[in-house]
């Protein structure tokens, strides 16, 4: 029995003297992505049709293992197609993992990826001042509202649904879609450059809707819904209780004021250069020290 497990030891430090620091690294990337992809299949269709093929493929193993032939044939050719299988199963799965890794800090910080401009950022000062005081507007008379801001995820297909009006944002043409029983009501508005592209827009479902609280109506898992699918702010007013919501990555946040959406939104869409953000922080630390005098 002693000599077994001088033996084993033997091996395993065999095996360890093989290892390297890229051996290493390799291994940690490789449980990194596999944790990655089951963080973002579990509570998902996916994971029952993985517990499905994991069974299904120990079955066949086993079959095979103990002699039935045609079992082991049919086993063969389930693991020649099972790649496939697997990506047209998984479709809407594996393309919102690719879209999220899209989304991911470190491709918004790729050189190539940042175009925002001082125009760009007027113009998104102009689209939030219009924002926040449309939805203290719609607030104030609960009339329900959902606007959707896009962002680097193009939303091409939910714009087709709707009606183009490429018109610069005011209070008063918010006011005026999201007024009852009128043709542009119902639906999203969808912005884009700082303008309102389109309006009457529908939005895609949440994946897990059945997590969602039941208390929240159409608008608000419509905006959960989309932002799941894109890095796409979305902005609801209820039209029950007037609560502002912002919707982003999937979550919804509640209890939003005039204040607090204004802040939210500055911070999400006003980019402001390396060099201008150095002199902010220094001419902020000069006005500390001043009134610390």
Not at 8 to 34: E, G, K, M, P
Not at 54 to 66: G, S, Y
Not at 206 to 231: F, M, N, Q, W
Request: glycine share 6%.
């Amino acid at each position: 029995m002693f000599a077994y497990l001088i033996d084993i030891w033997d091996n395993i430090r065999s095996v360890i003297s093989y290892i390297t620091v890229v051996d290493i690294f390799d291994i940690i990337f490789l449980s990194a992505i596999i944790f990655f992809c089951i963080k973002l299949m579990r509570e998902t269709r996916a994971q029952q049709l993985i517990k499905g093929v994991a069974v299904l493929a120990i079955l066949l193993f086993f079959l095979d293992q103990l002699g039935f032939k045609v079992m082991g044939i049919v086993a063969q050719a389930f693991f020649n197609i099972g790649i496939l299988a697997i990506i047209i199963m998984f479709q809407p799965e594996l393309r919102r993992i690719l879209e999220r890794v899209g989304r991911t800090k470190m491709s918004k910080r790729l050189p190539f990826l940042e175009t925002t401009t001082d125009e760009e950022n007027n113009k998104n000062n102009l689209a939030i001042n219009s924002i926040v005081k449309a939805c203290e507007n719609l607030s104030r008379t609960m009339t329900g509202a959902l606007i959707v801001i896009e962002r680097q995820t193009k939303l091409g297909e939910q714009i087709e649904t709707g009606t183009i009006i490429n018109a610069a944002p005011s209070a008063e043409l918010f006011g005026n879609i999201f007024v009852p029983n009128t043709p542009l009501h119902d639906g999203a508005v969808i912005m884009r450059n700082g303008l309102i592209h389109a309006a009457a827009c529908y939005l895609p479902k949440p994946a897990k809707e059945e997590l969602v609280p039941k208390e929240l109506g159409t608008r608000h898992r419509a905006a959960i819904g989309i932002s799941e699918v894109s890095d796409a702010i979305v902005i609801v007013v209820s039209e029950e209780t007037g609560v502002i919501s912002v919707a982003e990555d999937g979550n919804l946040k509640r209890n939003f004021s005039g204040v607090t959406l204004r802040k939210y939104l500055t911070e999400r869409l006003i980019h402001i250069a390396p060099e201008n953000q150095k002199k902010s922080k220094k001419s902020n630390s000069e006005k500390k020290n001043k009134k610390a005098k």
